[in-house]
């Protein structure tokens, strides 16, 4: 098993921090210039288990801590919740798959968009009182039966 990076992969881990993984087949290709293969399926498994390995994620990581460390030197203050959520809609830029995903949802619990938006249509209550009086001339029973009658 593989103890370091090279140079090339290194470069290349870096460029597609930056640049996303849309670069991965050609960022590989830079990297792994002796790749024995040239059927296109066995090169994006050999790409796709790169990318993945132990090493090429950490070394990612470092590169994204890197990143958001100049980020904040420049001023974009992650204890603030505007530094978060503009350094959050970065990285999901930039990543893909279940990182882009879980990116997607810390944002939106930051923006507050996981809450259900309230109506106000559906805040109408209806108040029903009985009328439990068996006097049918007062002027609060005629009222009582006027409505009634104009809302049927």
């Given at each position: 098993?593989?103890?370091?990076?090279?140079?090339?992969?290194?470069?290349?881990?870096?460029?597609?921090?930056?640049?996303?993984?849309?670069y991965l087949p050609t960022a590989?290709?830079?990297?792994?210039?002796?790749?024995k293969t040239t059927s296109e399926?066995?090169?994006?498994?050999?790409?796709?288990?790169?990318?993945?390995?132990?090493?090429?994620?950490?070394?990612?990581?470092?590169?994204?801590?890197?990143?958001?460390?100049v980020a904040v030197a420049d001023?974009?203050?992650?204890?603030?919740?505007?530094?978060?959520?503009?350094?959050?809609?970065?990285?999901?830029?930039?990543?893909?798959?279940?990182?882009?995903?879980?990116?997607?949802?810390?944002?939106?619990?930051?923006?507050?968009?996981?809450?259900?938006?309230?109506?106000?249509?559906?805040?109408?209550?209806?108040?029903?009182?009985?009328?439990?009086?068996?006097?049918?001339?007062?002027?609060?029973?005629?009222?009582?039966?006027?409505?009634?009658?104009?809302?049927?």
């Amino acid at each position: 098993m593989k103890k370091d990076l090279n140079d090339r992969e290194k470069i290349a881990l870096a460029a597609l921090v930056v640049l996303g993984r849309d670069y991965l087949p050609t960022a590989f290709a830079m990297s792994h210039p002796q790749a024995k293969t040239t059927s296109e399926a066995s090169l994006k498994v050999m790409h796709s288990r790169w990318y993945a390995s132990p090493l090429c994620k950490e070394f990612r990581e470092e590169v994204k801590q890197g990143i958001l460390g100049v980020a904040v030197a420049d001023g974009n203050d992650l204890t603030t919740r505007d530094g978060i959520v503009s350094e959050l809609i970065k990285s999901v830029k930039q990543s893909n798959g279940k990182e882009a995903i879980g990116g997607l949802q810390t944002l939106a619990k930051l923006q507050g968009f996981d809450r259900p938006e309230e109506k106000k249509e559906d805040e109408r209550r209806t108040y029903v009182l009985r009328w439990l009086s068996k006097c049918r001339s007062c002027e609060l029973m005629k009222l009582f039966i006027k409505v009634q009658e104009e809302n049927q």
